[in-house]
């Protein structure tokens, strides 16, 4: 089955660290780009970071550029997104995505995770 999983959201305080996972079946991770959209209660849904782990070129909204990291582990098959320094604005549901065109910025999403709450308290 071709899914994406989003794991390791949760409960962290201000100035906190969280690391998210995005582990992919059903396909080869080097062929697509694999980014990170999030929601905010009563926000649209805005692109964080993408990466792709064909070749290893990232982006970063102006938001997190400083605080937010993206890697992959190909053979893991699973990208990550390091939360440095969580501000209470950052809390939203993450979305793993992935674009077969390999564009980053996330140009097409292909396929959407279910999501994972990271909730961060003043």
């Known amino acids: 089955e071709v899914q994406l999983v989003e794991s390791g959201g949760g409960l962290v305080q201000a100035g906190g660290s969280l690391r998210l996972s995005c582990a992919a079946s059903?396909?080869?991770?080097?062929?697509?780009?694999i980014g990170w959209f999030r929601q905010a209660p009563g926000k649209e849904r805005e692109g964080v970071s993408c990466i792709s782990p064909r070749d290893g070129r990232t982006d970063y909204a102006d938001s997190v550029k400083g605080r937010f990291t993206i890697s992959s582990d190909n053979t893991k098959k699973t990208v990550y997104l390091q939360l440095n320094r969580l501000k209470p604005e950052d809390t939203a549901v993450y979305y793993c995505?992935?674009?077969?065109?390999?564009?980053?910025?996330?140009?097409?999403?292909?396929?959407w995770g279910r999501g994972t709450l990271v909730t961060v308290s003043s």
């Open positions: 059903g396909f080869t991770l080097d062929d697509y780009a």
């Open positions: 995505v992935s674009d077969v065109t390999n564009a980053c910025p996330i140009g097409y999403v292909e396929l």
